[in-house]
């Protein structure tokens, strides 16, 4: 859990630069547009892959700290055990065999284009697409390995040995008899 943690820990913050990479690239592109009259489509296509890898890389670092999407009227209030149950069955059932398959389906496809080569289809645009397309495999990595890091808190919890979990994980005492 930790080795995990840590590592989606250090990838979600190296990537959050991108977004600034994202804002200042983005900020050029509409000042070079509507002031200087001047496009570059390979500026275009900069911004938007490096928000790609931004949000591929980082989903780990979001469903670390519980930034994710989720059905929270009925998950805030409910007790440490009955989140417990609810994040082990969310990633047996959910996470785990969705990251499966597109790691299944999507390995030929990031195959293919580092075969290829592949660049942006735009006239003028950036080589390199291989590169953004691999991030897919790197959510499917990083989420998945969170998943099971989620599922191995859960068990602890579970099995009434919550005291065995990292300090930043362990949950308050007084909310463990939820159900």
């Not at 690239?25 to 390979?42: D, E, P």
């Not at 780990?60 to 994710?68: E, K, P, V």
């Amino acid at each position: 859990m930790r080795v995990v943690n840590q590592l989606n820990e250090w990838v979600g913050r190296a990537v959050s630069w991108l977004t600034l990479g994202v804002v200042l690239v983005c900020f050029s592109v509409v000042v070079l547009r509507y002031v200087f009259n001047i496009g570059f489509i390979w500026m275009q296509d900069i911004y938007v892959w490096l928000h790609a890898a931004a949000f591929t890389l980082g989903a780990g670092y979001a469903l670390l700290h519980d930034h994710h999407v989720r059905v929270d009227i009925l998950y805030r209030p409910a007790g440490e055990r009955y989140k417990a149950w609810l994040n082990l069955l969310g990633v047996l059932v959910l996470l785990l065999p969705f990251v499966t398959l597109l790691v299944y389906w999507g390995w030929g496809y990031v195959i293919r284009s580092w075969e290829l080569q592949e660049r942006s289809q735009n006239v003028g645009g950036m080589p390199g697409l291989f590169i953004v397309k691999s991030c897919l495999i790197g959510f499917a990595v990083l989420v998945g390995l969170q998943g099971l890091s989620m599922a191995a808190r859960s068990v602890l919890i579970l099995t009434g040995n919550a005291a065995l979990l990292p300090a930043r994980d362990l949950p308050p005492a007084d909310n463990l008899e939820g159900a």
